[in-house]
């Protein structure tokens, strides 16, 4: 008897999970950045950033460790940072009529510049790889970890708003324990996610970098996604950049760890440049430039008619990301 089936309903089971979990956790971010003088943008680009970005930590963990495959790990990281900012841009497409009043903080133009320098570094690991590589690691990934310190030691800790705080029934400290709560059983939730990953694309015959861009980043981009969605939809949009862009960030820091846990005898370096990881280089670095863009036109630009060209600007990511998908699956020539 085929029991294909079976992957194929825990894959789904797992997505459930994930967006169930990440729902809590966009409510209860919400409700620690309503009710403590922390910064919206540390809430949402460190605590919410790091706990969505469990999923792409222990999946990249478990493809060295579990699955060993190596090639999934820079699938899995730049597959994600592109879903994010696609799906990112979708969800401000969606509430349009709350981003007539957004507002995002301009530590986010630092966060974004780092953003790019870490594409850089990452395209210098992936086209220099042999050059490197010092032991099993290689040097690129102690420089990307730096920069993400040098990000999270630049970020603002404390609120400038004095907005008036909200009453959600939860006080300060139940959100905080059932936000611990939520991000521990993300954490099974991720490990299971690798494998089931790992036999969806042995099934449908896949490339494990492609299937892990796809059915692994898709599934990994699942927190970002619904938690900002959540927390747009509660007009929160300045956490919920907070969230995309300090989950890019992270992601990228995960690829240190992954290195450093990636001396299994006769195992190949993380950074393996093939077509896909190219085209999710280039064109996430392009993403990430054209948000940027779209922060400073709105922040800048109070006519009107700027939110025309805001959203509009805001249709290029996820146009990217269908571009990445026309080419790797060879409709357009890549």
Request: charged letters at 10%; glycine letters at 8%.
């Amino acid at each position: 008897m085929n029991w294909d089936w079976l992957v194929y309903i825990g894959y789904i089971a797992m997505v459930a999970v994930i967006v169930t979990l990440s729902i809590k956790l966009g409510k209860y971010v919400d409700i620690m950045d309503a009710k403590s003088n922390i910064s919206g943008a540390f809430i949402g680009g460190v605590m919410l950033a790091a706990v969505t970005s469990l999923p792409e930590l222990f999946t990249s963990l478990s493809a060295v460790w579990i699955v060993k495959q190596n090639d999934m790990i820079i699938g899995n990281i730049l597959g994600s940072d592109l879903i994010n900012l696609a799906f990112f841009g979708v969800i401000l497409l969606i509430y349009w009529r709350g981003m007539k009043k957004a507002k995002f903080s301009t530590f986010y133009y630092t966060a974004l510049g780092v953003a790019c320098g870490m594409y850089a570094l990452v395209a210098i690991g992936l086209y220099l790889a042999e050059y490197m590589q010092f032991t099993w690691f290689s040097v690129i990934s102690p420089a990307v970890l730096v920069l993400y310190v040098l990000f999270v030691r630049s970020m603002p800790k404390t609120s400038e708003s004095d907005d008036e705080k909200k009453d959600e029934g939860l006080t300060l400290k139940q959100a905080v324990v059932r936000f611990v709560i939520c991000a521990v059983v993300l954490i099974g939730a991720s490990i299971a996610m690798t494998y089931l990953t790992d036999m969806v694309a042995e099934k449908l015959h896949l490339g494990k970098t492609f299937a892990g861009a796809l059915f692994l980043g898709v599934a990994t981009s699942l927190p970002e996604l619904i938690s900002s969605v959540t927390l747009c939809h509660r007009g929160n949009f300045n956490a919920a950049a907070g969230n995309i862009i300090g989950s890019n960030i992270f992601n990228f820091a995960i690829l240190f760890v992954a290195d450093v846990f990636s001396f299994i005898p006769n195992s190949s370096g993380i950074y393996i440049l093939n077509t896909d990881s190219k085209w999710l280089l280039i064109l996430g670095a392009i993403a990430t430039v054209t948000t940027l863009c779209m922060m400073l036109i709105k922040n800048k630009c109070t006519k009107k008619y700027a939110l025309f060209g805001v959203q509009a600007i805001n249709a290029v990511p996820p146009i990217l990301y269908v571009i990445y998908l026309l080419i790797t699956t060879g409709i357009i020539i890549g």
